[in-house]
Nanobody, 125 residues
Framework: QVQLHESGGGLVQAGDSLRLSCAASGGTMSTYGMGWFRQAPGKERQFVASIKDTNGYTDYVDSVKGRFTISRDNAKNTVYLQMNSLKPEDTAIYHC??????????????????WGPGTQVTVSS
């Protein structure tokens, strides 16, 4: 299985931007569907965005549409999450995930096979 490691989190103010990166090792990321999820304290893990490996199809939770952009660079084995116009409610630990069977729905955490440890994003008001 591919191993994942996130970076790029931090403490920012509302309205600022961050770009998260997720580097894959031990496998070829190009063959996986990739996703970003987040978990805030006391809340369940929430789907944020996903991108398929074949046609580059992307999907987003409604609350981030127009603000977040998921992309991938298969040559670098890296997937990104560009986050603009950040809000305090975006505060969470952000995890990337890899999905071997990319025919499955990318919105469900149970459809992913590998997870990174996460990176903290804190947005102050």
């Amino acid at each position: 299985q591919v191993q994942l490691h996130e970076s790029g989190g931090g403490l920012v103010q509302a309205g600022d931007s961050l770009r998260l990166s997720c580097a894959a090792s031990g496998g070829t990321m190009s063959t996986y569907g990739m996703g970003w999820f987040r978990q805030a304290p006391g809340k369940e893990r929430q789907f944020v965005a996903s991108i398929k490996d074949t046609n580059g199809y992307t999907d987003y939770v409604d609350s981030v549409k127009g603000r977040f952009t998921i992309s991938r660079d298969n040559a670098k084995n890296t997937v990104y999450l560009q986050m603009n116009s950040l809000k305090p409610e975006d505060t969470a630990i952000y995890h990337c995930a890899a999905q071997w069977n990319r025919q499955l729905n990318g919105r469900y955490a149970t459809n992913y096979d590998s997870w990174g440890p996460g990176t903290q994003v804190t947005v102050s008001s």
